[in-house]
């Protein structure tokens, strides 16, 4: 994977997927900016088993990014929770809740009208370099 | 309220309110990150009275969550307003010009299929630190 | 056009449109905030076309904010993109990859319940200065 800087940033494309029109990360700074992430497996399709299992894919895709980056789950700063239906906020934030130790991140939830692929939720993530 | 440190960032527990899966506030290198803000007062209950009063509680969240880690409404970089309904724009923009002074943060702002706890409003919130 | 400065922050007030509640620009630390841009033009209304015409305009727009304050699109570092309805991604897609070289911004991408002016797409930017 070659990386792509331009003056201060460092660009990070995705891993495994070609073409998507996005960075997986950038890097700036002190920070770490994610693409927002929903629960697809590696050959790109949603998990199944709905909100609780899709929380439990698209966090550990940001757990991969992060590593992959030199960050971690430990040091995320803010997560934006996008949610497909906002009455499943508390199927997902059980499962989220699970993945933090000490640190939890700044967070905002709100429910969409609509996201990529059909899925329930997306995330957005912010850390530490 | 103890103060945990991941290795560049200071996370901020909720004042109040055990139990949330959040932080108040991250801060990391020149930024201090707040949790998206509802209406609710210190019993944790959405103010009555719609989306003017709600705006309105939701900058005294602000301004207190800004005020206990050294910045303040004059030092907010960015704003995301999320509202249960776009159509409400005028009513909480009438509210939300009424707290700043000369620096008017950047902004963005959208309707959404729903908030937690039915709120109206919720407001996202970066500062300087 | 007269910046406004807080301790860290400069605050670019929006051009052309006086009145508006927020700044188009902010700058603190590394980062370049901009506010959400609809696909508007210089009086002010949205470009008729549909979501393939107000997304040009809208990175059209960006683009101008950038350039006034320093950046460029290629030194975009994440973009948040609000479409009206989500069934309109690919068509907005189609155009933001045209204006990408080599540097492609994190991104994350969601349906709203509704924009300011009617719009069918704003998109937030934060670049590095």
Redesign the interface.
Known sequence: MSQ?T????I?H?FVGIPGL??????E????L????QIGSDASDRLVSGGIAAETRQTLANIRAVLERHGSSL??I????V?LA???E?AVM?AE??KV?G???????????????LGARV?I?C?A??
């Open positions: 792509k331009s003056k201060d940033a660009y494309p029109p996005f960075s997986e990360a950038v700036v700074g002190d920070l900016f994610l693409s927002g430990d040091r700063v803010k997560m934006t996008m239906d906002i009455g906020w934030n989220y809740v933090f000490r640190h939890l991140p700044a967070r905002s939830a709100f429910g969409t009208s609509g996201l990529a997306e957005e912010i530490a370099r």
